[in-house]
C-alpha cells in the first residue's frame, strides 16, 4: 500500500507561481511512475504530468507544457510540481497519483487526498 500526501495548494493571482509537493510512504518509492491529476469544478479529471521512476523522462499535458514543471528527490521520497505563470483555467484540485509512466486519470494505482489551487483574474 501507498501513501500519498499533498501540500501547496493556495490562492495565486494569475501569472503567479505555486509549487506542490508530494510525498509517499508505505512501500519503496523509487519504483513508480509519479503524476499529477487535476479536476476543475464541474470537470472531469484532467492528466496534467508525469515523471519516471528514474526521473529521466517527463511528459506533460499540452496546457502547461513551458509553464509546469515536475521533478522528483527519491531519497526523499516527495515529487514536485513546479507551476509558473498560472492562469485562471489551472484552478482546480491537484492529485498526486503513482502508477505507470502512461497514467491517465483512469489508470493510476495510488491517489492522494488532493490538493486545492486557486488562480484569480
Known amino acids: 500500500q501507498v501513501q500519498l500526501v499533498e501540500s501547496g495548494g493556495g490562492l495565486v493571482q494569475a501569472g503567479g507561481s505555486l509549487r506542490l509537493s508530494c510525498t509517499a510512504s508505505g512501500r519503496t518509492f523509487g519504483t513508480d511512475a509519479m503524476g499529477w491529476i487535476r479536476q476543475a469544478p464541474g470537470k472531469e479529471r484532467e492528466f496534467v504530468a508525469a515523471i519516471s521512476w528514474s526521473g529521466d523522462n517527463t511528459r506533460y499535458t499540452d496546457s502547461v507544457k513551458g509553464r509546469f514543471t515536475i521533478s522528483r528527490d527519491n531519497a526523499r521520497n516527495t515529487v514536485y510540481l513546479q507551476m509558473n505563470s498560472l492562469k485562471p483555467e489551472d484552478t482546480a484540485v491537484y492529485y498526486c497519483?503513482?502508477?505507470?509512466?502512461?497514467?491517465?486519470?483512469?489508470?493510476?494505482?495510488?491517489w492522494g487526498q488532493g490538493t486545492q489551487v486557486t488562480v484569480s483574474s
Open positions: 497519483a503513482a502508477g505507470p509512466y502512461w497514467m491517465t486519470p483512469q489508470r493510476a494505482d495510488y
